[in-house]
């Protein structure tokens, strides 16, 4: 079966940066696109960017552009989402989560807690 | 890119109907039938209910039902039942390879 599986959780000083890693299992890794999506302490999802099957194409939300990279290793089946610049703010769990048919996810990662905090 | 607008929350009683709505514009949910919801237990990922605006995936039972018109998509869930107790949010595709979704709506079973 399908099966996303995240890095640990992390602590990060504001400034520095965090790489969440996701391991894919249980389906061709270079069928499907990638999302990234967030979630703030209480608050609702918030989509951050996809990664195409062959990591040679990324989108990212606007608001993330110039301090998010997504980068993906086809040898290992694993995604990784890199963002820089860590503020308060940036403190929620990430997820990873595959795509299925049209922009949509059935499957997603256990999510990794990104706390940021001096 | 603002979320798309959900009711904060909505409630009922077990075995009553319920609908949940999500408005966008027509550069998002009017503008593509890319129109997915997910439900979130309290420290659970989210787990897709809907895609393409009715799909249903495997697993999800038919009590639940997805709809859209216009710049407004909806979910319904007929025959309340407590373990439908959770978050749900609606999603969209919005144009240029991105995705948008709703600020999320806390269904309570009274």
């Known amino acids: 079966q399908v099966q996303l599986v995240q890095s640990g959780a992390e602590v990060k000083k504001p400034g520095a940066s965090v790489k969440v890693s996701c391991k894919a299992s249980?389906?061709?890794?270079?069928?499907?696109?990638m999302h990234w999506v967030r979630q703030a302490p209480g608050q609702g999802l918030e989509w951050m960017g996809i990664i195409d099957p062959s990591g040679d194409i990324t989108n990212y939300a606007q608001k993330f552009q110039g301090r998010v990279t997504m980068s993906r290793d086809t040898s290992t089946s694993t995604v990784h989402m890199e963002l820089s610049s860590l503020r308060a703010e940036d403190t929620a769990v990430y997820y990873c989560?595959?795509?299925?048919?049209?922009?949509?996810?059935?499957?997603w990662g256990q999510g990794t807690l990104v706390t940021v905090s001096s | 890119q603002s979320a798309l607008t959900q009711p904060r929350s909505v409630s009922g009683s077990p075995g009553q109907s319920v609908t949940i709505s999500c408005t966008g514009t027509?550069?998002?949910?009017?503008?593509?039938?890319?129109v997915s919801w997910y439900q979130q237990h309290p420290g659970k990922a989210p787990k897709l209910m809907f895609y393409d605006v009715s799909k249903r995936p495997s697993g999800v039972p038919d009590r639940f039902s997805g709809s859209k018109s216009g710049n407004t998509a909806s979910l319904t869930i007929s025959g309340l039942q407590a373990e439908d107790e959770a978050d749900y949010y609606c999603?969209?595709?919005?144009?240029?390879?991105?995705?948008?979704f709703g600020g999320g709506t806390k269904l309570t079973v009274l």
């Open positions: 249980g389906y061709t890794f270079t069928n499907s696109n």
């Open positions: 989560a595959r795509e299925g048919s049209s922009w949509n996810s059935g499957h």
């Open positions: 027509s550069s998002d949910i009017g503008g593509y039938n890319y």
């Open positions: 999603c969209s595709y919005a144009g240029s390879s991105t995705v948008i």
